[in-house]
């Protein structure tokens, strides 16, 4: 499929890659040879004094996660959970009032991060996901559908969670395992900037990636097509 596009940076397997090096070289489906006038339009939008300013804060955190960055050979030595980063971000960024969309099924860890949000100064407004108790029906879904077969099931409204936390004139919102699909309206619908510290996986912890590490074992037959 790589043959059809100009961009695959997934599948690049050059060693001193052009991205990343000086003199570097890339594939003939590199993004950075081939988007040349796309990288310099979208470079205009840093030009913008909020996106500079959120844009700079995000990179200075990044290397802030980092420890003994002057020793010379480096070896990478990271030393801040992520729940750090984005209290040290939103920090960083001045905000004050931090949204925290969550799912019923973590409703625990909502808590506990609302209550390390308040610890670390700030105001907390916090939104289920089954927030407005509205019926699946509402939106065409079957009673075969539901997980729970015939029984009142409400649905999960992402865009309800984003218009209460635009209400609540959010600084920076937070999403703590919102269902694929869900959390994509609720990127939409948010009006403030919005970051990520649980992606829900049902089987594997909330830990995704771990399919994608055991390709080679336990998941291989989702190299397959059907899985």
Do not use: W
């Not at 990127?187 to 909330?206: E, H, I, M």
């Amino acid at each position: 499929m790589e043959d059809k596009v100009r961009s695959a940076c997934a599948a690049c397997s050059i060693k001193d890659r052009i991205c990343v090096t000086e003199g570097g070289k890339g594939p003939k489906f590199c993004s950075t040879i081939n988007y040349r006038a796309t990288i310099e339009k979208a470079l205009q939008e840093y030009k913008k004094p909020e996106i500079k300013k959120f844009a700079r804060m995000a990179s200075i955190q990044e290397g802030e996660c980092y420890a003994h960055r002057h020793v010379q050979p480096y070896i990478f030595h990271p030393v801040k959970p992520r729940v750090q980063e984005v209290c040290e971000f939103a920090q960083k960024m001045g905000y004050t009032k931090l949204g925290v969309a969550f799912c019923g099924g973590l409703h625990a860890e909502a808590r506990t991060l609302s209550d390390i949000l308040n610890a670390q100064g700030f105001t907390v407004a916090s939104v289920m996901c089954k927030c407005g108790s509205v019926p699946k029906e509402a939106i065409g879904i079957l009673d075969e559908e539901k997980v729970r077969i015939g029984q009142f099931e409400p649905m999960c409204n992402p865009i309800i969670q984003a218009t209460i936390l635009n209400e609540e004139k959010t600084d920076f919102n937070i999403l703590v395992g919102l269902c694929v699909g869900h959390d994509s309206l609720f990127f939409k619908y948010s009006l403030a900037f919005t970051t990520v510290l649980v992606a829900k996986d049902r089987v594997l912890g909330n830990n995704p990636a771990a399919a994608l590490y055991t390709t080679g074992s336990y998941y291989a037959r989702l190299l397959r097509p059907g899985f």
